[in-house]
Structures are given as structure tokens and as C-alpha cells.
Nanobody
Framework: VQLVESGGGLVQAGDSLRLSCAAS??????MGWFRQAPGKEREFVGA????????AYADNVKGRFTISRDNAENTVYLQMNSLKPEDTAVYYC???????????????????WGQGTQVTVSS
């Protein structure tokens, strides 16, 4: 099982970025995005349920970030709009076989992780 993120980069405040995460080997029931800023713990960003399409977001990205997935391609996306300097972090994609109708937001339930992609937002 492998998760490969792409799409990170350096942008200015107010810009947009779209991250992609391609999963291979297995089909995850839930996929999520997490991020870790320097000196901080990794935190939940967003997640999506494969079966229902339901999504969940952290309060600090709600309304700016949108998570989606292409089940046929086994790929999940994170569209990030109105980026802020505080969004600067390494963004990780994660997958879990835990099956719930709601999107899984609990980090410990995600057993498979990508290598991360750096997002830097300058002011």
C-alpha cells in the first residue's frame, strides 16, 4: 500500500493550491489530510468517506479548503483557497480501512501515510 502526495509549493497569501494523493495497492474506506507545522503537532485538516462522500474539516480551514476524491482513480484531492501564512506546513495524506458513514477525523485510526508535501504561504 502506497500513498503519494503532490501539488505542494510556495505561494503568496490569498493564493490557491490543489494537493493530490494517489493511493495504490488497496482501496481505503476513508482518506484524510493532516498537516504539521514546524514545532507543532500534526493536526487534522479534512477527511472524506468513500462510501458516502461525507466530508469533515477542521474549524480553521472550513470554508477555505475542500476535499474530494475520485474513487475510480483511488485519488483524493485537497483544494486550498485563500491560503494564509498559518497554513504553512507539511501536508500528509492518510488512509484507513475503518468504515464509517461519517468521515474519519481521528488520527490514530489512520494506519497508512504518505511522505508529505510542503506548503509554504508567504505574507
Amino acid at each position: 500500500v502506497q500513498l503519494v502526495e503532490s501539488g505542494g509549493g510556495l505561494v503568496q497569501a490569498g493564493d490557491s493550491l490543489r494537493l493530490s494523493c494517489a493511493a495504490s495497492g488497496r482501496t481505503f474506506n476513508n482518506m484524510g489530510w493532516f498537516r504539521q507545522a514546524p514545532g507543532k503537532e500534526r493536526e487534522f485538516v479534512g477527511a472524506i468517506s468513500r462510501s458516502t462522500g461525507r466530508t469533515a474539516y477542521a474549524d480553521n480551514v472550513k470554508g477555505r479548503f475542500t476535499i474530494s476524491r475520485d474513487n475510480a482513480e483511488n485519488t483524493v484531492y485537497l483544494q486550498m483557497n485563500s491560503l494564509k501564512p498559518e497554513d504553512t506546513a507539511v501536508y500528509y495524506c492518510a488512509g484507513t480501512f475503518a468504515s464509517f458513514s461519517e468521515a474519519v477525523t481521528t488520527q490514530v485510526l489512520y494506519l497508512y501515510w504518505g511522505q508529505g508535501t510542503q506548503v509554504t504561504v508567504s505574507s
